[in-house]
């Protein structure tokens, strides 16, 4: 086969095993391909360049060569921040990333509470390693389709971590800045309080926004205004207040109670000239599911985190 001919079918084959991402040039008895890999994740990414080295070695290509390139994706960090612990910020992520990735999202999750990871918990992942290429992590699958990376993958369970801020800081950053692939859009879970972890990660990856999860109750709104004032410090826009724990329906009658009061966030959030996103009932069904590792938000009859996840997407894209 002459040189031009040989060119032409091994360009027509790796073109049609890459969907035209990929380029082929022959350079005496070496072929070099380039692909274009923008927007794949590492699966696709991987399978792709097997399927276009197949495909120019069928068409008659010697010393086949791939070089993959990628334009780097624009991501946003979305912050999911509360003043203390115990009110549901975890919960809340989880069910944020999914509800927005099920409303059309490229959305993945990070879990940056390193005292306390529970997202390999909430997101059925427990137990799963992250594998790493090129000196960055590959984010783990989970059964919700979210993309997620934690501490709670990187140590053994149940294991303390007594790391002072800059380690802590340092081993947090290598989950933001490991490979995304096609998420453009990072749902934080923040260590819960405003602490120097907190800052240094607001400081250096600069959220695009921030959410703040609060109890009803005063105390748990005073600690609020603290999250909400390290993000003003930082020059971080807070997105909205969520309400959590909001009302409690007696499953045998029906009645519903608000032992942890009801309305505060939404007046703390009026008070502070904040949006307020909306309201999370203290339900067993929530509970439950989130134990099981099933986040309610992809379930397809989700009333409550859907029209949340609605509002923090709609500021996100107009920001």
């Known amino acids: 086969m002459e040189q031009a001919e040989l060119q032409a079918a091994v360009q027509a084959a790796v073109t049609a095993a890459s969907d035209g991402r990929a380029r082929a ?3 005496g008895g070496r072929t070099g391909i380039v692909l274009d890999a923008t927007g794949l994740s590492v699966p696709d990414r991987d399978r792709m360049e097997n399927a276009v080295r197949a495909a120019a070695t069928a068409a008659g290509a010697a010393e086949v060569r791939v070089a993959v390139t990628a334009e780097r994706v624009r991501r946003r960090l979305v912050a999911v921040a509360s003043g203390k612990g115990g009110v549901g910020k975890s919960t809340l992520a989880a069910n944020l990333a ?3 990735a099920r409303a059309g999202g490229r959305v993945g999750l990070v879990d940056a509470d390193i005292y306390g990871p529970s997202q390999p918990r909430l997101m059925a992942a427990e137990g799963e390693r992250p594998q790493a290429r090129d000196k960055q992590l590959i984010p783990v699958p989970t059964p919700a389709g979210i993309p997620m990376l934690s501490m709670g993958q990187l140590v053994a369970p149940g294991r303390a971590l007594a790391w002072r801020g800059p380690m802590a800081a340092g081993a947090l950053g290598q989950l933001v800045e490991a490979d995304w692939g096609v998420a453009d859009t990072l749902v934080l879970d923040l260590p819960p309080g405003t602490g120097d972890v907190q800052l240094t990660m607001v400081q250096k990856y600069k959220p695009a926004g921030a959410v703040i999860v609060s109890t009803p109750q005063d105390l748990a709104l005073i600690d609020a205004a603290r999250a909400i004032d390290l993000f003003a410090t930082a020059g971080v826009p807070v997105i909205g207040l969520v309400e959590n724990m909001a009302g409690y329906a007696c499953p045998r009658c029906g009645e519903v109670s608000d ?4 309305g505060g966030a939404e007046a703390e959030a009026a008070r502070l000239g904040i949006d307020f996103l909306g309201r999370v009932p203290l339900t067993i069904a929530i509970r439950e599911a ?3 590792g099933r986040p309610p938000a992809a379930e397809a ?4 985190f859907a029209p949340i996840a609605a509002r923090v997407a709609d500021w996100v894209t107009r920001h």
């Open 25 to 27: 040039r022959l350079d």
């Open 98 to 100: 999914v509800a927005m």
């Open 290 to 292: 989130s134990d099981a």
């Open 259 to 262: 032992p942890f009061g009801r």
């Open 301 to 304: 009859d989700d009333r409550v």
